[in-house]
């Protein structure tokens, strides 16, 4: 999910062998009316030592989203794909330069055997949601209602995380942003928006387990004019993600990205166009249950002296444009999250309104989907006190100039003591 440095109002069957490819122990003999004595001695010692000799075949390990028996769609929860907490490690990276001892130290492997708790939620947070993104990119195409997608990615979600509460569940409402709107669209009940063949539509969602939060992000287009659009923006995230690491400054992460993203450029009938980065958009640190934790990744050079470290959770998250470079707030807002801690409303539709949202959300974002989704009804009233007071914040479409085509990737990392690891990254993206 974006951070934007905008003002923001304060949420089978088994193959048969075919005879040429059998050993000679695999093929049947044949019987020899006369003298057959020596040539099934010599065959049978030639089994003999086809035995002695045939080494066992190792079964390769299946590995990547759905590889232990996924149903199309998505329906079993990873928790019984990988028994035991048997979850796949992101990509590893190992630290570079002054850190490069931390791969060996016996005092930072220690520390990672402390945190064991928590990568183990994060991996199976992760695993979720490569499972989930690979079924939704198979089935979102031109047509489709973007309702139906954002139903899907939930209802996909809460099955393969086994969805309860504050233990498990969606991180936040599912992004599905076209176009010039960057960021911050889901639809609301009643919202129909279908996809069209010349739309760029970026996908973002979360699954967090005990408050660990994945965020993660891609972009689809069905016109290849748009992959230069979204080559830069993918290239500009993984430069982020490389650059990244302890101690490392957060202006020289932006200064890198920018680099990469402006040193793209596209054609759009007949007219050759910068990309850019949109500069006041930004990815995050990620605390327990708080999808924006306090630290902003730039996406272009700003000076900041802010060092990542040990232990830390982060979202890159880029956003390249064919536009002004610049989001605004506009059109009906959808998602929300509760500050924390808040004052208590004096308005009675408020007050219970924000008992519900501390029932079933606490400081994690939601949209008004979800509450219709708990039976709440007519809260409109209500939940414009909240924002009103500050009790609730609202976050807008994220929005660059109309006409424009915006894209998006995101990557979710953990610097742990001894390496950096990519937790999101799958063969996708």
Not at 156 to 182: D, Q
Not at 254 to 260: D, L
Not at 322 to 346: A, D, I, W
Not at 362 to 391: A, M, N, W
Request: glycine letters at 8%; charged letters at 25%.
């Amino acid at each position: 999910m974006t951070q934007a440095s905008v003002a923001t109002p304060a949420a089978d069957a088994v193959p048969t062998k075919e005879l040429s490819s059998l050993t000679v122990s695999d093929k049947q003999p044949q019987s020899d009316a006369e003298g057959g004595s020596d040539d099934e001695n010599e065959v049978e010692a030639e089994k003999k030592k086809k035995k002695k000799n045939k080494k066992k075949k190792k079964k390769a390990k299946k590995t990547g989203a759905g590889a232990a028996g996924q149903t199309t769609p998505p329906s079993i929860p990873v928790s019984q794909l990988f028994p035991g907490n048997s979850y796949s490690e992101g990509q590893i990276c190992e630290y570079m330069d002054d850190n490069m001892y931390r791969t060996t130290s016996e005092e930072m492997r220690a520390r990672d055997r402390a945190n064991e708790k928590q990568l183990t939620d994060l991996r199976r947070a992760a695993e979720v949601h490569r499972e989930v993104r690979r079924y939704a990119r198979s089935i979102i195409k031109p047509g489709v209602d973007l309702a139906d997608v954002a139903e899907m990615i939930e209802n996909g979600t809460r099955a393969l995380v086994e969805a309860k509460g504050f233990e498990s569940g969606i991180g936040f409402p599912t992004g599905l942003s076209i176009n010039h709107v960057a960021a911050h669209y889901t639809p609301n009940s009643g919202d129909h928006v279908i996809v069209k063949e010349d739309d760029v539509l970026k996908v973002d969602f979360g699954v967090h387990v005990n408050g660990n939060i994945i965020d993660s992000a891609f972009t689809m287009s069905w016109n290849d004019r748009y992959d230069p659009l979204l080559n830069a923006v993918r290239d500009a995230t993984n430069t982020g993600v490389r650059e990244a690491g302890i101690d490392v400054r957060l202006g020289d992460i932006g200064a890198a990205i920018q680099e990469v993203m402006e040193s793209y450029e596209i054609v759009l009938d007949g007219k050759t166009i910068p990309i850019r980065p949109l500069r006041n958009l930004c990815g995050h640190n990620i605390g327990s249950y708080v999808i924006h934790g306090g630290k902003s990744v730039p996406i272009v050079a700003n000076g900041d002296q802010t060092r990542m470290e040990e232990g830390e959770l982060f979202a890159i998250e880029t956003f390249g444009t064919t536009g002004k470079g610049l989001v605004v707030e506009e059109g009906v807002c959808s998602h929300y999250s509760m500050n924390s801690p808040h004052s208590q409303p004096r308005l009675p539709s408020a007050k219970k309104l924000l008992g519900t949202i501390e029932k079933n959300f606490g400081t994690l974002p939601f949209c008004r989907r979800y509450l219709d989704r708990l039976g709440e009804s007519h809260y409109y009233l209500g939940l414009k006190h909240l924002v009103d007071d500050g009790i609730v914040n609202a976050y807008p479409p994220l929005c660059d100039v109309q006409g424009s085509y915006t894209a998006q990737f995101e990557h979710s990392f953990i610097l742990r003591p001894t390496v950096k690891e990519v937790l999101s990254r799958g063969d996708d993206y």
